[in-house]
């Protein structure tokens, strides 16, 4: 358990922050049920490695097999809800008046919370569109909409139709939505203080994106049960679930901020 002289430290911290804003990873979602990327994942899962599967030529190799493999995760989070620490962002958003959620998820659990300004680095799992964009990028197609055989691999995108509709996330050596990246970048070169949570700081360029806050003057607290690759970069380490942790560091705010909230 976190001491409660450092989440007073953190809120010490954090208080006076003009224009604070939060990076997050897999493990703000683990206490909603979803495995992490580095989980093994159960059952016919576990034989595979995530990142062997998330990349565009996993799937112009075997587009049932990733297929599939989105579909298994669709099927983990569709009843997944936000847990308290989504809802502890979403209460530190109302409380400064506003905090930019940079997330690596593809879950949208940050927007079911109720946080307003969510950059969705890599994308929503719950969104599908065309291999080849061919309307354009991106050529969106709503498969809710397409009658196809559920065991025979994706849908038949509804323009160009080739079977190879295909998850909107961001695989592995694919660009990120410049969109996303722009509105990142904007956080970085403005925050004072960012909160790091759940993310083992390897997958890149989100992983360096608190250091280039840091080099902007921004203090990095970070909220992992176990270290990652930015914790000895972090100004203060909170050493425990985001779901545990954030709610107490928004109670000593507000036990700051006299209450008002
Ligand atoms: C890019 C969507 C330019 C898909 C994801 C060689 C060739 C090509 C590229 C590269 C290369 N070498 C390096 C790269 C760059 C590559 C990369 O970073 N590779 C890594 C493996 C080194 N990056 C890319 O390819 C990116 N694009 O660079 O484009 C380019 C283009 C071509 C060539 C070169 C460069 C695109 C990266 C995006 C990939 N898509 N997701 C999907 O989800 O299926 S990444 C995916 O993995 C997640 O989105 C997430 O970002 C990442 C997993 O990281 P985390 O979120 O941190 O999760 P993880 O499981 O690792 O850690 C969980 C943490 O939670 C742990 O620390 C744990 O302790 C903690 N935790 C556990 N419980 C709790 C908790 N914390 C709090 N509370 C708890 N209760």
Redesign the pocket.
Same mark, same amino acid.
């Given at each position: 358990m976190v001491s409660q002289s450092k989440i007073d430290q953190a809120a010490r911290l954090l208080h006076p922050a003009k224009h604070p804003s939060a990076l997050?990873?897999?493990?703000?979602s683990?206490?909603s049920g979803i495995p992490?990327?580095?989980?093994a994942l159960d059952g016919l899962w576990a034989r595979f490695n995530?990142?062997e599967?998330?990349t565009p030529f996993a799937f112009l190799q075997n587009p049932k097999l990733v297929w599939d493999f989105?579909e298994y995760?669709r099927q983990l989070m569709r009843p997944a809800k936000p847990n308290p620490?989504h809802r502890a962002l979403a209460e530190l958003e109302r409380i400064f008046g506003g905090l930019p959620i940079i997330t690596?998820?593809?879950d949208a659990l940050h927007e079911d919370a109720g946080s307003a300004q969510v950059i969705a680095?890599?994308?929503k799992?719950a969104v599908n569109k065309c291999f080849y964009n061919c309307q354009g990028d991106p050529t969106p197609v709503d498969v809710s909409k397409i009658a196809y055989d559920q065991n025979d691999g994706p849908p038949p995108c509804p323009h160009c139709g080739r079977k190879m509709v295909r998850?909107a996330?961001?695989?592995?050596?694919?660009?990120?939505p410049p969109a996303a990246l722009a509105a990142a970048r904007a956080v970085l070169h403005t925050t004072d203080v960012m909160l790091v949570? $759940?993310? /083992? @700081?390897? *997958?890149?360029?989100?992983?360096s994106m608190p250091l280039l806050a840091q080099d902007s003057g921004a203090a990095l607290i970070e909220?992992?049960?176990?270290e990652?690759e930015l914790t000895d970069r972090v100004d203060l380490w909170l050493d $425990?679930? /985001? @779901?545990? *942790?954030l709610p107490r560091l928004v109670a000593a705010v507000k036990k700051l901020r006299g209450n008002a909230g």
């Open positions: 997050t990873g897999a493990g703000v683990k206490e992490t990327f580095r989980d995530p990142q599967l998330a989105y995760r620490g690596q998820n593809i680095l890599h994308g799992i998850p996330v961001v695989w592995f050596g694919e660009m990120l949570i $759940g993310t /083992s @700081g390897i *997958v890149q360029p989100a992983a909220v992992n049960p176990y990652s $425990g679930p /985001s @779901g545990e *942790v």
